[in-house]
């Protein structure tokens, strides 16, 4: 009998949630961010250049790559410099932390440098020296960049922000981390930025659309960003991903996720998107 009873209430949720799903703009404001990313070179793209260089940076650009992905440390003397590890000896072959050296002490990244998610394959170049975030900012002033931020340091975080502040870029700069207390303190010192989902928040999502809550939601992260499993299935990772990975695309990110976050396009510069979506092969 109680079945009986719910079954009509169930029902008309799960017609209205379909329907809400498709129309997003009757319940949620559009956010219109000042770029569109489809492609984003994770680490400047290190299955092609050294990782994190300025030579990898250039090299994306060149190729067409509309986001570049980078990792910030701060060293002793308060240089935000690009690395993806606080540790150099992975890239740079030298036991140390880069938090305890000055900028001008740092090493030099090694001549070949393993590629993180495919095993036994290297990527070289010219360049060999860790950049500055500064740096980056000078050579690439229009080009969006999305900063993730892994370390839980207050300053780095205020010294990121003053960066992107200093260079006019907080439209075109975005706060990434996967830890939720990272991303809330990125999220006060600056609000202007736009952030992505942490992975806690990714989860979230996923469980609000398979359960029809999606569509009654606010979301105030303003891009997606997500890995793309039929890719690391494909290549390898230090992890050993099993051989059906690829078979989590779907269930991951199901096609009809995304009618509900993206809105067509007013203008070629503002995406009203109810949360722009950025790709990435892997962003480990």
């Known amino acids: 009998m109680l079945l009986l009873l719910l079954a009509p209430a169930l029902a008309a949720y799960l017609l209205t949630s379909l329907w ?28 092609e250049r050294i990782e994190n260089t300025m030579e990898a940076f250039r090299h994306a650009v060149e190729c067409g790559t509309e986001m570049l992905e980078l990792d ?14 606080t540790n150099l000896y992975r890239q740079a072959a030298v036991r140390g932390e880069i938090g305890d050296l000055d900028y001008q002490d740092l090493p030099l990244y090694k001549e070949r440098m393993e590629i993180y ?4 394959h290297y990527s070289t170049g010219r360049d060999r020296r860790i950049p500055r975030l500064e740096e980056v900012f000078q050579n690439f002033p229009t080009v969006p960049i999305n900063v993730e931020i892994k370390v839980d340091d207050p300053r780095l975080i205020s010294k990121v922000s003053d960066l992107v502040r ?35 928040r990714l989860i979230c999502l996923l469980l609000a659309f398979y359960t029809g809550l999606l569509p009654f939601l606010p979301l105030h992260e ?15 990772s230090p992890s050993t991903p099993p051989p059906n990975l690829p078979l989590l695309s779907p269930p991951l990110y199901p096609p009809s996720l995304y009618p509900n976050l993206s809105l067509p396009l007013s203008s070629p510069l503002s995406t009203p998107l109810r949360t722009p979506i950025l790709s990435s092969t892997l962003n480990p």
């Not at 910030?72 to 590890?85: P, Q, Y």
Request: glycine share 6%.
């Open 117 to 120: 998610f495919y095993p036994d």
């Open 72 to 85: 910030c440390v701060l060293t002793r003397d308060g240089e935000v410099v690009i690395s993806h590890d």
């Open 166 to 200: 200093r260079f006019d870029r907080e439209q075109i700069t975005v706060w990434a981390s996967a830890s939720d207390k990272i991303m809330d303190q990125c999220r006060r010192e600056n609000p202007s930025m736009p952030h992505i989902f942490t992975q806690s």
């Open 20 to 47: 809400l799903l498709k129309r997003p703009r009757l319940l949620h404001p559009a956010k219109r961010l000042a770029f569109r990313a489809r492609h984003v070179s994770h680490r400047g793209g290190a299955g």
């Open 222 to 236: 303003s891009c997606l960003e997500y890995p793309m499993p039929s890719i690391i299935g494909r290549s390898g």
